[in-house]
């Protein structure tokens, strides 16, 4: 037998022979191997794995660079002078959201879904499996009614019916013909979750297709052999042309190509970064603590290690025999902590937001299992090492006296503080973290988000299609009949229509062009957030009006046409003067009316809770009709299913194809704008947690080791005098050095690596005072906790049985 | 000074209740020096455990001085034992971490004696015993007999009025024990009341009587010097 089997074999007799020993060890293991698994399978989809499509390192988005380095949207002109006459792409593809009415056995549904130009799938080397792909003469405006259908909608919605292609569909637009079905694995970008594709169909002439129309993703597959650096000088060549021949169309700036990869995953980077690295210190933490145990046992085992030596062991010998039980160990705690990692990543899947940190993509693969077994080598390093190495320095060069069990036992305690001092440091980072983090969910959720949270009820309401033309009059009057029908609703104090509400998701945004006030390159002007709302919104949302007056009733399609604006606004756009009386134009510079600013309101935050709000304007529905729209019902007191059914009751009896979607009250749009940082700050907390557990394990350990070795001495104190008090007081001071020493490095550690955090956190500094006081205040109580137990078992000590020990 | 009564110790064992010590009746006069002998085994330890007040677990009546002991609670016991009580091992048990100034400062600390004051007794006692100049030194670098010293000078800093020594020179070779029970003789002369537990014969010649112990009876008692100014008693 060779021997590294025969030192396995004895290793795993050895561990069998002390079941309490190997329990812990083996359980510590499996929770921090474990737990980083399943984060590791989160890692792996956000930061490592390529994206699901074919060779996509040379994938990127192309767009005007944006202050935060990403491509904008690009407007379809602009897209098509790009693809035709850039020097670094094989093929570019332009993609737009799209949210179609399906109506198919009598129900009408929602489906998100993307228009797409005809490249879109072969730019992404993901041709559909059934059927076929776009082609050139699809994406023109008279032959874009055909349709390619998730796997997902052509199982649910068709029963997989493999006949499906040259068959029609029915969506609110009007018919489609199904061309294709896409493979089951298609992941898609931009619109993740869209589950039907048609193609764009826009001609150069038309209105929305024009260079500042700018809501098309424009992505790009860079030309084998071309570096990203010469596609980005590329575009900025292109950009610069551009802006020589149509100076009115485009602002000062420069064109970029991000990897699709950053842009997919942009938001997931750094919480994940931050969850990967707490992870990291719960393992870490459990190796500290096996490291303990080992020290532990090792003592036990002084005499073993002098015989082998005086039986010829060398030192490597010994080591290598230690470090083969770590080992052992470590690989048994591994395939456990594979098991946990399974369990755990199926809990984090079915506890997470929808969508959230690309969860949906994470899986437990060969890729986790390899971290798997790295993890468990670094651990059997982590944790194996230093035991090794100062037991079988006990072990050599001592014989077989007895004073080896004191000797290794200094040793091996001083080792263990020190150990016990690093976990609670580290425990002290993880607390830090989730302390920072809960102060900067509880901060989210009672951020000023500018509108009454409490008792509204937001419903999305879809009109397009051919039966409502935007600002047709069939539209407006749909409109009315719904609100006196939800007014009359009982429980409804107010009702009200808007084409977006704050935190909802949408972005529908437009130039401001103030008359007289424009830029040379109207281009220049700045944009603001647009909501086109019926009279009520206001007063519905809770939105303060500031100044002047709302929109009214007698605000009508042929009225003067008006539009108030933000509090941001107003700030920014006229340096705080009075804008009412002003007029501006909203969207193209050179067509559509001017309106008046009446009235000035408050700031809402729309996109996010956490960010600051940019101007905004509100325009009359009357005036400019939405055909996409959010229902708004202030209803206090009533139950939101009752409220909603009733609401959907009155939609159906109006017009049965038109569905309802999004149903959600203003307080769980808060809540979900909270919610990346809120599942972050839950993860941290359970991480945190863990580390706690385990840090007291290990302090307990070393306190309650280093009573037993103290017995002796505290007999001794009994008989001179002390008193239980005494006795628990000189254990708790002992311990106080430990304590001080990890707490204070612990505080340092954080205070530098809640640094890195800054990105996840809203509105707490990373060096925020109270967090790092509740994190040690929480271990020093922990720690306390600890201690206490070994002191009670201290202060008992029957001296003459101690002494008698001896 | 000490009036034992009906005194009984056992334990549990397999075999049901062993007893460490029956029926124990002993008084113990202020300023007497008694030694208990017997086999190993006999309960001489035992006894001293009790009369020191560390075994709070035997039944019977124990007087000491004022004090019914049987009916003091653990933590009342302890406070005796702090006013009244120096023990003296045969391993000396000194703290190995500390200095022999240290450790002689130990029982003084327990009895919230001032820091000035200790620093004080301290010194009286390192000059009395004559070990200043080891004040500073660790146990493991004094002799066995040295030790043992540092040990009685510990046990007495704190002035009891009653010595306990369990084997005090069992560790020590022959001179340094006759030293220690000179020492002892000396103390009991100026008035301590000691009681020692020995095998040896020669040093329990050093007491006034012998209490012998057998399987936990007194097995007998043995005057061997008349005390000056008292009688013994049974």
């Known amino acids: ?806 | 000074m000490i009036q034992l009564n009906n005194i009984e110790k056992s334990i549990a064992s397999r075999a049901g209740q062993t007893f460490l010590l029956r029926r124990i009746g002993l008084t113990i006069e202020p300023g007497e020096f008694v030694t208990i002998m017997g086999p190993s085994g006999a309960g001489k330890s035992t006894l001293l455990s009790i009369l020191g007040m560390l075994d709070h677990d035997w039944t019977g009546e124990y007087r000491l001085l004022d004090h019914e002991v049987q009916r003091l609670k653990p933590k009342e016991r302890i406070e005796l034992n702090k006013k009244y009580v120096g023990f003296v091992f045969q391993q000396y048990h000194l703290l190995d971490n500390l200095t022999v100034a240290e450790n002689l400062d130990i029982p003084l600390s327990y009895r919230n004696v001032k820091g000035s004051e200790r620093a004080a007794i301290v010194a009286d006692t390192l000059d009395r015993f004559q070990i200043v100049g080891k004040k500073d030194l660790f146990p493991s670098q004094l002799s066995g007999g040295q030790q043992q010293l540092v040990g009685v000078a510990r046990a007495l800093i704190a002035k009891p009025k009653l010595l306990l020594a369990d084997e005090p020179t069992g560790n020590l070779h022959s001179d340094q024990g006759r030293d220690i029970m000179r020492l002892f003789q000396k103390l009991n002369g100026q008035g301590t009341t000691i009681v020692q537990v020995t095998h040896s014969e020669e040093n329990a010649r050093y007491g006034h009587r012998i209490v012998r112990l057998r399987d936990g009876w007194i097995a007998g008692e043995e005057i061997v010097a008349e005390r000056v100014g008292a009688g013994s008693a049974s």
């Open chain 1, 1 to 806: 037998m060779s021997p590294w089997l025969q030192d396995a074999r004895q290793a795993a007799r050895g561990l069998a022979k002390s079941p309490g020993f190997t329990a812990v060890a083996l359980a510590t293991l499996a929770i921090g191997i474990g737990a980083n698994a399943a984060i590791f399978s989160v890692v792996d989809a956000v930061l490592i794995r390529p994206l699901p499509y074919s060779d996509s390192a040379r994938l990127v988005v192309v767009g005007d660079r944006g202050p935060d380095g990403m491509a904008d949207n690009v407007g379809y002109k602009t897209f098509e002078d790009l693809r035709d006459r850039n020097t670094t792409f094989e093929a570019m593809a332009a993609v737009r959201s799209w949210n179609p009415t399906l109506i198919a056995d009598g129900r009408a549904e929602r489906i998100p879904a993307m228009r797409v130009t005809w490249r879109y799938f072969s730019v992404l080397g993901l041709p559909p499996v059934l059927g076929r792909d776009f082609r050139p003469e699809d994406d023109r405006p008279e032959g874009r009614r055909v349709l390619l259908l998730s796997d997902a909608l052509w199982r649910r919605r068709f029963g997989a019916d493999t006949a499906i292609v040259g068959k029609s569909v029915r969506l609110n637009d009007g018919d489609f013909r199904v061309i294709g079905v896409l493979p089951p694995d298609y992941q898609g970008f931009y619109n993740r979750a869209a589950q039907a594709f048609a193609p764009v169909g826009y001609r150069g002439d038309m209105p929305y297709a024009c260079r500042s129309c700018q809501h098309l993703k424009a992505l790009g597959r860079i030309s084998r052999g071309v570096t990203l650096e010469r596609a980005n000088a590329d575009l900025d060549r292109f950009r610069r042309e551009l802006a020589a021949s149509y100076p009115q169309e485009y602002p000062k700036g420069t064109m970029a190509a991000v990897p699709l990869a950053r842009e997919v995953t942009g938001d997931a980077r750094a919480p994940v970064a931050v969850l990967f690295g707490a992870v990291g210190f719960v393992l870490l933490i459990a190796c500290a603590n096996v490291a303990n145990l080992l020290l532990t046992r090792s003592l036990g085992r002084s005499r073993e290690l002098a015989v082998r030596a005086a039986l010829g062991a060398s030192r490597g010998r010994l080591v290598r025999q230690l470090l083969t039980e770590s080992l052992v160990l470590c690989a048994v705690g591994g395939a456990l902590g594979a098991g946990v990692g399974v369990f755990l990543h199926d809990a984090l899947v079915r506890l997470a937001p929808a969508g959230l940190l690309r969860l949906d993509q994470s899986r437990i693969d060969g890729r986790v299992l390899a971290f798997v077994v790295g993890a468990s080598a670094a651990a059997t390093l982590l944790a194996g090492l230093l035991p090794a190495l100062r037991a079988s320095a006990a072990g050599i060069g001592r014989g077989l006296v007895t004073a080896t069990r004191a000797s290794a036992g200094l040793s091996s305690s001083r080792a263990r503080r020190v150990l016990a001092a690093v976990e609670l440091s580290l425990a002290v980072v993880l607390l830090a973290g989730a302390a920072l983090m809960v102060r900067s969910v509880s901060r989210l959720l009672d951020a000023p988000v500018g509108f009454d949270a409490n008792g509204v009820l937001t419903l999305g309401l879809s009109l397009d299609g051919p039966a409502y033309d935007d600002n047709d009059p069939a539209l407006r009057a749909f409109q009315d009949r719904l609100l006196a029908r939800v007014r009359a609703l009982p429980g409804v104090e107010r009702a009200a229509l808007t084409g977006q509400v704050p935190l909802g998701g949408n972005g529908d945004a437009a130039g401001f062009h103030i008359a007289g006030r424009s830029a040379a390159n109207p281009s220049d002007d700045p944009s603001a957030e647009r909501y086109s709302v019926t009279p009520d919104y206001l007063r519905a949302m809770g939105i303060p009006l500031l100044r002047g007056r709302g929109i009214v009733e007698r605000d009508r399609a042929d009225s003067e046409p008006v539009l108030l604006v933000s509090r941001s606004a107003t700030l920014a756009f006229w340096g705080g003067a009075d804008p009412i009386g002003s007029r501006v134009r909203v969207g193209d510079p050179d067509s559509g009316p001017w309106r008046t600013v009446v009235g000035v309101v408050g700031d809402v935050r729309h996109f996010d809770a956490a960010s600051p709000s940019r101007p905004q304007m509100y325009l009359p529905q009357s005036q400019a009709t939405d055909s996409l729209l959010v229902l708004v019902v202030r209803s206090p007191g009533a139950s939101t299913a009752t409220l909603a059914d009733a609401v959907r009751a009155a939609v159906r009896e109006l017009d049965p194809t038109v569905p309802i979607y999004d149903v959600a009250t203003t307080r769980e749009l808060v809540d979900r704008s909270a919610a990346p940082r809120r599942f972050v700050m839950k993860l941290l907390a359970a991480f945190a947690a863990a580390a706690l557990l385990l840090a007291a394990l290990g302090i307990y350990g070393v306190v309650s080791h280093a009573v037993g070795q103290r017995k002796r001495e505290i007999g001794i104190r009994v008989a001179l005098g002390a008193t239980p008090r005494d006795i628990r007081r000189l254990v708790l001071s002992s311990g106080a050095a430990v304590v001080g020493a990890g707490l204070a490095a612990g505080i340092v550690a954080a205070l530098a690596v809640a640094r890195l955090m800054r990105s996840v956190l809203y509105e707490v500094s990373p060096r925020d005072p109270l967090a790092l006081t509740l994190a040690a205040a929480t271990l020093a109580a922990v720690a306390l906790a600890a201690h206490w137990l070994p002191a009670r078992r201290a202060a008992r000590v029957a001296p003459i049985e101690a002494l008698r020990e001896e």
